[in-house]
């Protein structure tokens, strides 16, 4: 369990409310979180794997990890088809009311306001090509998750596993990455 919390506020430039199914992979999320034993009331996570069919989600919380570290973890996950991660310039601000938004999407249409996103493997999702299975999209995450995610959490404490029935107030982040890719 991690011991000391960092505030990220000064980087969110947005908030936005949202859904449980409009939550895709690589998206910053907010939202309150509550039961027995919980350190975080109020998780910043950079979402890993969205499982809402199994009632939970997986992510990195962002409150646990100063913004040197998040600096680090950022460019161990950036790089590499190997790991997930298809583009030249993956970490994007997307806009779901653009003109040129894929609606195929299984996430499409739910969030009104641009955010910020790491774009993951995601079902549905055109990457040069066919889109990706759903198979195909849960395998380069497994292979994120144990090649990379793994190798990170010896070192910090910082992945976590949320229950989506004790979630509320989900917001999607608009965060400031400026400052993170220099």
Sequence with gaps: MAKVKYSHR?????TQPAKIKSLAPGMIVQFGYKGENIFDEKP???LVWNEFWKGRIHGINLNYLTEYKIKLIFGKLIPGPERGVQDDNPLIEEDQQADDYDDNLPYRNLLTEPYTRLKFSTFKEFRGGNPLSKAQADRQMKVLYNEVLKKIMKRYDMYRTYKTKQMSTIKVI????????K
Excluded at 10 to 14: D, G, K
Excluded at 174 to 181: I, K, Q, S
Aim: no cysteine; net charge positive.
């Design 10 to 14: 000064r980087r969110i430039l947005n």
């Design 44 to 46: 910043l996570i950079l």
């Design 174 to 181: 608009r965060y400031d990455v400026e400052g993170l890719l």
